[in-house]
C-alpha cells in the first residue's frame, strides 16, 4: 500500500500550487517512504508516496499510458491482476509490474465498470484527458480496508481534493467527508456511485442458507492464498486468538503448499511471496505476560513460524497514544485502546525488514463474535447487526489495521474481507452463528477448522496434515486485542485521563464539545489531543465512535470485559 493525493480543477495557478501539494503529500509519507511522484496536467495535480510491495523494480506512481491521457495514482494490491490482465480485449503496453497498472487499461476499456472487476483492497484517483473536457474518477475498495478522504472547498465548489488521510486536507478543505467504500465518485456528474452491491448488503434481508462447513473453510484459504502475492519479506499478526491464530495456521499451510510445487503459468493468483519467503515469520505485542502473548507463543511453536515477541511498558503505551491519536485520525476510546499496542507492534515490526503482514480483522464482524452479541434478542437481529457492524468496518477496525501499520510503513492484508468469502459467511442463516451460555461465540468457524468435528468435511489430504491448531487454541474464549495485550493496559488509561480531566472541566463537556460530547473522562481526554492536533470543525465529520447496542442491554464501555459474560469482567 502507498499514499495518494490528488487535486482535480484547482481554483488557482496549479503549477504555482506544486511545491504546496508536494508539502501535503509529504504529510502521509510515512505510508509510502520508497519513493514519491507527481505529475501536473489540465489544472490538476496527482502525487504519489510509495511503498514497494509488488513491481518493486519498476512500479513507481502516478502510473500512465502510452500517450498520458490517463494518469493514476494507487493505493492498494490487486490480487486478480493476472486474469484482468488476461481479459483485457485490446493489446496494452505495461510499463511497471506493478499489479496496479491493470486498473489503467481496464479502465480504458470498458471506464468505471472496472470497479467492481477489481479483487483486492484499494483506493485510487485517475485523471481521464481523453475527451476535450478531462474527467476525474476514484474509487475505494468494497469494505473500506484503505483509507481515503475526499476534500471541497466551499468557495470553489469545482475543485475536488483526495487523500488517503485528513492531515494532507484539514489546512486547505472547509468541508472533509471519508469516502465511502464500494463507490466510486466521477467528476462528469459530481456524485458517487455504488459499484458493489452483493446480495447480503441490506441488514433487513435475514440470510438463509445453511453453513457449509468445507465451502466456508475453503473460502477462507484462497481469501489467505491470494494475499501471498509480495515479493518483500512478510510475516504475520499474531496474538494467539482464534482470528489471528487461524489465518497464521493457513499461511503457513499454503505457503508450504506453494513453495512445494512449481510455478503454473495458468494460475490467476500471484503466488512470488511463498517462493521468495517459504519460512512464515509471525509477531505478537503485550505487556509482559499479558495474555496474548502466552498463547501466541504456544501457537507459534505448534506452527513453527519464526516467532518475534514484542513487549512494551505502561509507560510507554502512554506516551505513544498522542502519535496514535495524529496516525489514527479519530478520538474513538476503543479505537485509540487497540491501535496504540498495534502501532507500537509495527515499529519493531519495520525494523525486522518485513514489510507486508497478515491480520485477522473482520471475523467478529462478519461472525458476531464480539461478548455483547450474546444478547442479541434474536435470530434476525443478530444477524442485521452483523451486516451493520461489516458496513461500519471501515470506521473502527479497518481503520486501525491501515493506519496503525502504515505509520510505519507497514501493510496489513486482511482475509476475512476478502469479498469472495463474504459472499460465503454473510449468507449463511443466523441459527449457524448464534452464540449462548453453552456454545462459544464464532462457534461456526472454528467448527470449520476442528478436525474433530465431524461435519466439517475435510479430505483426506487435509486431515494428513494434522490439525490446524491445538484444540485450547481454536477454542478459546473471545478477548478483544486491547484486553489481550494486558488487562491493566485499558485500567490504566482510564487512570491517566482520571487524573489529567477534572471533575469540572467534565461537567463542562457539552459547552467545551456542543458536538459528538464525549461521556467519560477518558473520552474527553482523547478529544482534547484530537483537536491539538486537528482543530478544524471540517474534521470532525470522519470520526464514528464504536459503542455496543446498549439497547440489548449491553455496557456502554466497549471492553470486552465489559460485558458481564467475560469470565473477568469488571
Known sequence: MCGIFAVYNYYGDVGEFRQRALELSKRIRHRGPDWSGCIIADNSIVCHERLAIVGIDTGAQPL?????????????EIYNHKKLEGELKQPAKFKTHSDCEVILHTYNEIGTDVCAKLDGMFSWALLDRRSEKSRFVAARDPIGITTLYIGRVSAHPETVFISSELKSLNEECDQID?????????????????????????????????????????????????????????????????DSSLISSIAVREAHRISANAQSDGEDIDTRGARYYPRMHSFSVGLPGAPDLIAARKVAKFLKTAHHEFTYTIQEGLDAVSDVIYHLETYDVTTIRASTPMYLMSRKIKSTGVKMVLSGEGSDEVFGGYLYFHYAPNADDFH??????????????????????????????????????????????????LCSKDL???????????????DAGFTAEELAQGPYLPHDVLWRPQEQFSDGVGYSWIDSLK??????????????????????????????????????????????????RWVPRTDWGCSADPSGRAQKIHEKAY
Not at 466521477?186 to 462447513?213: C, L, M, T
Request: hydrophobic content about 40%; charged content about 30%.
Open 440 to 454: 462459544m461465540e464464532k462457534a461456526i468457524i472454528r467448527r470449520a477448522f476442528d478436525v474433530e468435528f465431524a
Open 64 to 76: 500512465t499510458n502510452e500517450d498520458e491521457t490517463l494518469i493514476l495514482t494507487v493505493n492498494g
Open 178 to 242: 471519508e469516502f465511502p467504500p464500494g463507490h466510486y465518485f466521477d467528476s462528469a456528474d459530481g456524485q458517487f456511485h455504488r459499484y458493489f452491491k452483493p446480495d447480503w448488503w441490506a441488514p433487513e434481508r435475514i440470510a438463509v442458507n445453511p453453513v457449509d462447513y468445507r465451502q466456508l473453510r475453503e473460502s477462507l484459504t484462497a481469501a489467505v492464498r491470494k494475499r501471498l502475492m509480495t515479493e518483500v519479506p512478510y510475516g504475520v499478526l499474531l496474538s494467539g486468538g482464534l
Open 384 to 433: 442485521s447487526e452483523t451486516v451493520k457492524r461489516v458496513h461500519n468496518l471501515h470506521t473502527s477496525d479497518c481503520l486501525r489495521a491501515n493506519k496503525s501499520t502504515m505509520a510505519w510503513g507497514l501493510e496489513a492484508r486482511v482475509p476475512f474481507l476478502d469479498k469472495e468469502f463474504l459472499q460465503v459467511a454473510m449468507n449463511i442463516r443466523p441459527q449457524d452463528k
Open 495 to 544: 487512570d491517566w485521563a482520571n487524573s489529567r480531566v477534572s471533575d469540572e472541566a467534565m461537567a463542562g463537556a457539552k459547552e467545551r464539545f456542543p458536538y459528538d460530547t464525549p461521556e467519560t473522562k477518558e473520552a474527553y481526554f482523547y478529544r482534547e489531543m484530537f483537536e491539538q492536533h486537528f482543530p478544524q470543525k471540517a474534521c470532525l465529520s470522519s470520526v464514528v
